[in-house]
């Protein structure tokens, strides 16, 4: 009887064991994802470079597929801003920022038609932090803007991705 219950034991033990190492395993390797195309979610800070009609990093990276939480903190007391992922070159920006002038702050400045739009922020009162999740597209480079009335071209940059 006495074996029997300490195989019991033993194996009870054994199974608990495998269960932590399990659990710590797998808390290691989600912390350290070393690239590649298993890259696990990432958020990335951008804000409004002070009063300036600028933001304050004009070159993101993420990885395609990647789901990406972009945080934009607006640095100005005074300016609205937003952070518009554009779906195209200028033309298509120019496009959606005409359109956005007459859809007005209500619509976040943005069209009705969203085809070209591939994220978009909040807008961004003055010192207001916004976030917003999304999908990063297929490799390439796409440019991101503001959509507030005059401030494309100037406030705009480039996200990168990458295979
Ligand atoms: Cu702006």
Redesign the pocket.
């Given at each position: 009887m006495k074996i029997w219950l300490r195989m019991i034991a033993f194996a009870v033990l054994t199974a608990l064991a495998m269960v932590l190492v399990a659990c710590g395993g797998g808390g290691n390797s989600g912390g350290s994802s070393g690239g590649g195309q298993s890259s696990g979610p990432v958020t990335l800070e951008i804000g409004?470079k002070g009063e300036e009609?600028a933001y304050d990093k004009t070159e993101l990276r993420v990885a395609a597929g990647q789901t990406v939480t972009l945080r934009f903190k607006n640095n100005s007391a005074v300016?609205?801003?937003?952070w518009i992922l554009v779906k195209g070159g200028d033309a298509e920006a120019a496009a959606i920022v005409n359109a956005g002038l007459t859809a007005g702050p209500a619509a976040n400045y943005l069209p009705a038609d969203k085809s070209n739009v591939l994220a978009e922020s909040p807008l961004a009162n003055g010192n207001e932090t916004v976030e917003v999740t999304f999908t990063a597209p297929a490799a390439g480079t796409y440019i991101y803007i503001?959509t507030?009335p005059g401030?494309y071209p100037l406030?705009q940059g480039k996200l990168i991705v990458t295979n």
């Open positions: 409004s009609l300016q609205q801003h937003n503001c507030v401030h406030m």
